[in-house]
T-cell receptor, first 116, second 116 residues
C-alpha cells in the first residue's frame, strides 16, 4: 500500500506568515509523529498522536507550533508567525502500534520549509 | 531521560568491506526497543533493523546486523560487504516507557561514505 504522504514537499514563506504542513499516514496506522530536522542535524521530536489519546506535545518548541489529527487519519502541523529559525525539514511518521516499543516508524519524505 | 550517543560523525569505508557504526544509549527502562535508520542524500528515512531489549539473539536483516550488548548499553550496527549505495547518514534510535512510547529518540547520526 501507499506510504506516508506529506505535502507540500517544499514551502517557501516570508517571515511572520503562517504555514500548514499536511501528513497522510499509512492506512491503519494508529500512531502519528512529527519530527523536525535542521540542516545537517538529527531528528528532533515535536509531537505524537496515538488513537484517541491526548497527544504528547512535549517536543513543540513554542506556542507558535500546533498540530491536529482527525481520528486516525490526516494530521496538520501549523506554524504561526514563522521565524527564520523554523527553516528545516519537517518529517511525519506513522506506526501500526504507538504504544509498543517494537513497532518501527515509517517516515514520509518530509516538507522542506524555508523562511525568508 | 533517555539518551542516544553516536560518537562517529563520519566514516569512510571501501566497497566490499564491513563497517561498524557505534551506538550507546542510556535508559532506566527494562523494556525498550532499539532501531537503526538510513537517510540517503535524498532525505528519506529508511528503517533498517530493530532489536528488543529482551531479545537474546542479535538481530539480522540481510547485510545488516546489530551487535547488541545490553550490559554495556550498546547497539552497534554492522554493515557487511559495503556497497556504494550504502553511502548515507545512519541514525540510531530508541523508544521506551520513560519518555512515552511515542518519543523515538534519535542520535546525532554517522555519515558513511563508501569508496570504490
Amino acid at each position: 500500500g501507499a506510504g506516508v504522504s506529506q505535502s507540500p514537499s517544499n514551502k517557501v514563506t516570508e517571515k511572520g506568515k503562517d504555514v500548514e504542513l499536511r501528513c497522510d499516514p499509512i492506512s491503519g496506522h494508529t500512531a502519528l509523529y512529527w519530527y523536525r530536522q535542521r540542516l545537517g542535524q538529527g531528528l528532533e521530536f515535536l509531537i505524537y498522536f496515538q488513537g484517541n489519546s491526548a497527544p504528547d506535545k512535549s517536543g513543540l518548541p513554542s506556542d507558535r507550533f500546533s498540530a491536529e489529527r482527525t481520528g486516525e487519519s490526516v494530521s496538520t502541523l501549523t506554524i504561526q508567525r514563522t521565524q527564520q529559525e523554523d527553516s528545516a525539514v519537517y518529517l511525519c511518521a506513522s506506526s501500526s502500534q504507538g504504544n509498543s516499543y517494537n513497532s518501527p516508524l515509517h517516515f514520509g519524505n518530509g516538507t522542506r520549509l524555508t523562511v525568508t | 531521560a533517555q539518551k542516544i550517543t553516536q560518537t562517529q560523525p563520519g566514516m569512510f569505508v571501501q566497497e566490499k568491506e564491513a563497517v561498524t557504526l557505534d551506538c550507546t544509549y542510556d535508559t532506566s527502562d527494562q523494556s525498550y526497543g532499539l532501531f537503526w535508520y538510513k537517510q540517503p542524500s535524498s532525505g528519506e528515512m529508511i528503517f533498517l533493523i530493530y532489536q528488543g531489549s529482551y531479545d537474546e539473539q542479535n538481530a539480522t536483516e540481510g547485510r545488516y546486523s546489530l551487535n547488541f550488548q545490553k550490559a554495556r548499553k550498546s547497539a552497534n550496527l554492522v554493515i557487511s560487504a559495503s556497497q556504494l549505495g550504502d553511502s548515507a547518514m545512519y541514525f540510531c534510535a530508541m523508544r521506551g516507557r520513560t519518555d512515552s512510547w511515542g518519543k523515538l529518540q534519535f542520535g546525532a547520526g554517522t555519515q558513511v561514505v563508501v569508496t570504490p
